[in-house]
């Protein structure tokens, strides 16, 4: 399955947050992801594919109906997205498609990027992508949107979606995912590692490799042996691969 960096159409946008989602400064960058996808009447999708493995997709799925619904959102619907024969029906994947904003719970990265890759529901992501749709995720949804992802379970360094090429995010990153930084730095030294903070979320809307940070805490940037940070409604960019 092509990537998004590979497409020759970038219409839409990207939202990676730290975690700790729904609730509280969270409204900041979720309120954005919204306007950019056309507003409180646009169609929003969760998938929950993340959760699924401790059985906990429907309540988390459920608790991001009610969170985008409290925002403001119109159109909010929780898809059964939660393993690899629910990735491939034709009807989650066309409810995918017509979404203008698609968001991916927290969980467990592995199983998330393993139940995604080269699936019939990854290219609907990228279809709406090209259409304009907003593309999000928190922490393990997040993190499978990188070049590569960090799987906590097994200690390895896998492949992810590639939607942000050259990159890695660490989640959590002022709780236990600073932890995570260096081995990582060592493991993936030309990578740009983004270490992003609970209840904080950064916007790729604008032009190529150009970001914006909302929320509560920071997020950080590891590249070229050194540490930028940056907080609430700062700007950075990174090369990124055409």
Known sequence: MPSAE?????????????????????AEPDLRALELAGGFDAPVC?????????????????????????????????LPLIDRASADQTSIAAAIRDSHLIYLLGGFP?????????????????????????????????????????????GEILAGLNWVPNACLIPHHDTFGKGWAPELRRLLPED??????????????????????HGKGRVRLYRGGKTEVYQRGEKFTFPEKS
């Open 6 to 26: 590979n497409s020759n159409t970038r219409s839409g946008s990207i939202l990676l947050e730290g975690g700790a989602e729904f609730g509280g400064r969270m």
């Open 46 to 78: 969760i998938l929950p594919t993340a959760a699924a493995p401790d059985h906990n997709h429907e309540r988390a799925g459920r608790n991001g109906v009610r969170w985008f619904t409290h925002l403001g959102a119109r159109q909010v619907r929780l």
């Open 192 to 213: 740009v590692l983004i270490g992003v903070d609970e209840q904080t979320g950064m916007i790729r809307d604008g032009a190529k490799g150009s970001w914006t940070v």
């Open 110 to 154: 592995q199983y998330l990027g393993k139940t995604l890759a080269g699936s019939l529901s990854a290219q609907a992501m990228l279809d709406a992508y090209q259409a304009g749709a907003v593309i999000a995720g928190s922490s393990a949804g997040a993190m499978v949107l990188c070049q590569h992802y960090y799987s906590p379970e097994t």
